[in-house]
């Protein structure tokens, strides 16, 4: 395989041209830490990205930070923390759960927003997408080109960021990115109500969010993963542990949450807790970097081949979607649940049913649920080989798909096929 390191915008556009005319397909790598997320790729040659790294701009006043878009999570995130502000979305570190935590690997701005991977935070401040302002990048002919700008109001042309988020490197090589930036909450604390069953956590849940309490994060262990969390107040708790996160100010912080231990004290909770300054953020850290199912009953998910999807689902139905899936796979299946019900994490044996890592079954379930879509994140590469690793598209749907991919990259040399097979 040959590696490309262009250092700028021109040598990118000339080595696309180049591919383009040789028909040579690129894999886009940035920090190398989700290479294994979507679908296995069979290419000779890597346009590498990591020179296009550092903040070029940062106006803390003006809540909006620009940088090369192969630069680490943890220096935009560093230089954020020295001014008391934050990337609200609340990027996600997925090296332990794609097994891509080797030298040399790390999160990048660019690849967060590529992916649109957002953490528990996202159903308040919404996803990645919502916070990527501009773009400047190279499409599949060779052509440089710069989308959106540096202010929030942007509303001029086509909105090409929010196209590109989610693309996964499909359509375009980015190289500078500029985004909007938060301040940082002063307190945190996160009420724990323990014992619930699944489907009393999910309306307990859904009340916390329909209250005045602006929470910001909400999400459900059953007892068998809670046990396994690096929070002693949560693995000492030997039941099932429901989480709600609240932030601001001191003094609201500390109404709202001796408010929603009122309110929701009474709805079958055998106790209630709180989580104070690092308990609560290393909680919620484990929630981003789905830690409750690589150290769950049953030894490290992913260490033991298990595959593990992502499932977006109607928060209502989640408990009887999760219900449904353990008895397809007689339950041979671990869960959890963030974003108030929304988001449905669960491991399978990937060798589960006919040996498609559960998927006919998971889908299914969805199906028969209210609906939603599911993504396999994790899972051996003969297996995302062969299962449709993101939710496969009705007709009208993978051909508008298919167009877009051809009007920024026509001959198919950006990861091809890694969201869905010719794409």
């Avoid at 001029?156 to 499909?170: F, I, N, S, W």
């Avoid at 598209?393 to 198919?412: C, I, Y």
Wanted: proline share 5%; charged share 20%; with cysteine.
């Amino acid at each position: 395989m040959t590696n490309y390191r262009p250092t700028d915008d021109r040598q990118v556009a000339d080595l696309v041209t180049w591919a383009m005319a040789e028909e040579q397909p690129l894999e886009i790598v940035g920090g190398g830490s989700k290479r294994a997320l979507g679908r296995p790729l069979q290419v000779e040659h890597t346009l590498d990205l990591s020179a296009f790294a550092g903040i070029r701009e940062y106006e803390p006043a003006e809540l909006v930070l620009t940088a090369g878009a192969a630069t680490p999570l943890a220096d935009i995130e560093k230089a954020l923390a020295e001014r008391k502000q934050m990337l609200a979305f609340e990027p996600v570190d997925w090296r332990a759960l794609l097994g891509s935590g080797g030298q040399g690997t790390s999160p990048t701005l660019g690849g967060v927003l590529s992916c649109n991977l957002s953490g528990p935070r996202r159903i308040r401040a919404g996803a990645a997408r919502d916070h990527f302002l501009g773009v400047r990048c190279i499409n599949g002919r060779g052509e440089i080109f710069k989308a959106g700008g540096q202010v929030v109001k942007n509303v001029t042309g086509y909105d090409l960021c929010k196209l590109l988020a989610g693309g996964y490197g499909t359509l375009a090589a980015m190289t500078e990115v500029t985004v909007k930036v938060l301040p940082r909450p002063e307190k945190t604390r996160t009420v724990l109500l323990l014992g619930l069953d699944d489907a009393a956590a999910v309306r307990a849940l859904s009340d916390a969010l329909n209250a005045p309490h602006e929470v910001s994060a909400a999400a459900h262990l059953p007892a068998g993963l809670a046990a396994a969390s690096g929070v002693s107040y949560v693995a000492e708790a030997g039941t099932s542990v429901t989480a709600l996160r609240v932030e601001g100010p001191g003094p609201s912080v500390e109404y709202r949450t001796r408010a929603l231990r009122e309110m929701l004290g009474g709805q079958g909770a055998a106790a209630t807790e709180e989580l104070h300054s690092m308990n609560s953020v290393r909680f919620w850290q484990e929630i981003a970097e789905v830690g409750p199912l690589l150290a769950g009953t049953g030894g490290a998910a992913a260490a033991a081949g298990r595959a593990i999807w992502r499932l977006s689902v109607t928060p209502s139905m989640a408990s009887a979607v999760a219900a449904a899936i353990a008895r397809a796979l007689d339950g041979d299946a671990q869960h959890f649940y963030d974003w108030g019900g929304g988001l449905l994490w669960v491991a399978a044996s990937s060798d589960a049913g006919d040996r498609d890592a559960g998927a006919a079954s998971i889908r299914a379930a969805i199906a028969a649920n209210g609906g939603g879509h599911a993504t396999l994140v994790r899972a051996p590469d003969p297996v995302r080989a062969a299962v449709p690793v993101f939710e496969p598209q009705a007709p009208a749907l993978a051909e508008l798909t298919k167009r877009v991919k051809e009007s920024f990259d026509p001959r198919g040399i950006f990861n091809p096929g890694r969201v869905y097979r010719g794409v």
